[in-house]
């Protein structure tokens, strides 16, 4: 009978560090061809998806932890709904744009309906809130100062480091309001 409940000890506790849990503190592949951005799983940050939009960084009670994987792994604590949503994206294009160090690559424009265009001109350049976050597809993208009012209706990303596949996956993730 000792043996058996010997037995049954060793295997709870190996069971217990089971190779299913490692892999959630590792990182996993990004892949926007597929619209699979992966994630962190781990219980810090990323156990909330976030759909498209613009979010105020803050750190109140009842904030959701996110890590980018854009941003080196940095975690931001953002508002849990965005004051500028993707249910207010018009149109999205892809555009073009020359970069401080002389490159070119792609930019994601996002043009706005009137209530998006009021939401983002009433959001930013505030006073209010310190930082947004740009999320897609439940991936942090960008955090920025809010020190500028966008008054346009429209605003546009840069992602010099994505391929055109990857932009238009991206493009087609926004069209379809993840």
């Known amino acids: 009978m000792f043996k058996v409940t010997c037995l049954l000890v060793v295997l709870l506790v190996a069971c217990n560090h089971s190779p299913v849990e490692r892999d959630r503190t590792e990182k996993k592949e990004v892949s ?8 962190l799983l781990t219980n810090e940050a990323d156990s909330v998806y976030l759909r498209t939009g613009l979010y105020y960084v803050s750190h109140e009670k009842g904030a959701v932890r996110k890590r980018s994987l854009y941003l080196g792994s940095q975690i931001f604590s953002l508002s849990p709904t965005p004051f500028v949503s993707v249910d207010n994206v018009r149109d999205v294009q892809i555009g073009q744009a020359k970069y401080d160090d002389g490159t070119e690559g792609p930019t994601l ?5 009137q209530k998006g265009a009021w939401d983002l001109e009433h959001g930013t350049g505030d006073g209010i809130h310190d930082s947004i976050a740009v999320v897609i597809v439940g991936n942090v993208y960008y955090a920025y100062k809010n020190e500028n009012k966008y008054n346009l209706g429209r605003v546009e990303y840069g992602f010099n480091r994505f391929t055109n596949e ?4 991206m493009k087609h993730a926004v069209i379809m309001k993840k």
Do not use: P, Y
């Open 166 to 169: 990857q932009m238009l996956a």
């Open 109 to 113: 424009i996002l043009n706005f309906d």
């Open 32 to 39: 926007l061809d597929s619209l699979s951005f992966g994630s």
